[in-house]
């Protein structure tokens, strides 16, 4: 299994201004999600972010708005840049950990960081 | 197109019963996975249950069980012997393969009120 903790779990921000998420596994992993979670909402899958690689955005979602740092296989970063109520919102890492059959494995996710935007 | 659906926002169960959560999913991917998770009020996501593509039979974990019926797209998780704290938020997601990794969607989730 994998262990997740995010910093910090939650937080109040003024719009405008931006806030990074940090996301520490206690394993190496290649691929690292991240999500958010609207009030009452699924989980929306931010982007993808590999280590020693660009990360993948989703449909929606942009670099300038989210920029992603991967330095390592156990540490991952999201920023919430100039933000706005819009972004009021649950962010959650998960990493994916390889099961013994091809295909099979496991996504882990951490607490979440909760975030408030006034 | 919605990928993963959940048709059910909420659904009541008595305790000690069993309870069916409806799930449908779209791909063209001959490989994926569906999974189903469990989000208590506490908002951490609890692993339930994996179902490959390609498995022959039917997954089962503990209470959980996946109804896999691949011909109509559908990973129906089924709750036996319901317990006072199976309430909680659950989601049906699949994982899609892509060239150089894989993603993982989430279909609106079904909310599940257990019965004393």
């Known amino acids: 299994s994998a262990v997740i903790s995010q910093k910090p779990s939650r937080d109040i921000c003024q719009r405008g201004t931006s806030l990074t998420i940090q996301c520490q596994v206690d394993?190496?992993?290649?691929?690292m999600f991240w999500y958010r979670q609207q009030p009452g909402q699924s989980l929306t899958l931010i982007a993808t972010?590999?280590?020693?690689?660009?990360?993948?955005?989703e449909s929606g979602f942009v670099i300038d708005k989210f920029p992603i740092s991967r330095p390592n296989l156990t540490f991952s970063t999201l920023t919430v840049s100039n933000m706005s109520p819009e972004d009021s919102s649950i962010y959650l890492c998960?990493?994916?950990?390889?099961?013994?059959?091809?295909?099979?494995?496991?996504?882990?996710f951490g607490p979440g960081t909760r975030l408030t935007v006034l | 197109a919605q990928k993963i659906t959940q048709t059910q926002p909420g659904m009541f169960v008595q305790e000690k019963e069993a309870v069916t959560l409806d799930c449908t999913y779209d791909?063209?991917?001959?490989?994926?996975?569906l999974f189903w998770y469990k989000q208590p009020s506490s908002g951490e996501m609890i692993f339930l249950i994996y179902?490959?593509?390609?498995?022959?039979q039917n997954a089962t974990e503990g209470r959980y069980s996946l109804n896999f019926q691949k011909a109509r797209k559908s990973a129906n998780l089924v709750i036996s012997a319901s317990q006072l704290g199976d309430s909680a938020m659950y989601f049906c997601?699949?994982?899609?393969?892509?060239?150089?990794?894989?993603?993982?969607?989430f279909g609106a989730g079904t909310r599940l009120f257990v019965k004393a």
């Open positions: 998960s990493v994916f950990l390889a099961g013994g059959a091809p295909g099979s494995g496991e996504q882990f």
């Open positions: 394993s190496q992993v290649t691929m």
């Open positions: 972010a590999n280590q020693g690689s660009e990360a993948t955005y």
């Open positions: 791909t063209s991917d001959p490989s994926y996975g």
């Open positions: 179902q490959g593509s390609y498995d022959q």
């Open positions: 997601a699949m994982r899609e393969v892509y060239t150089g990794g894989f993603k993982t969607i």
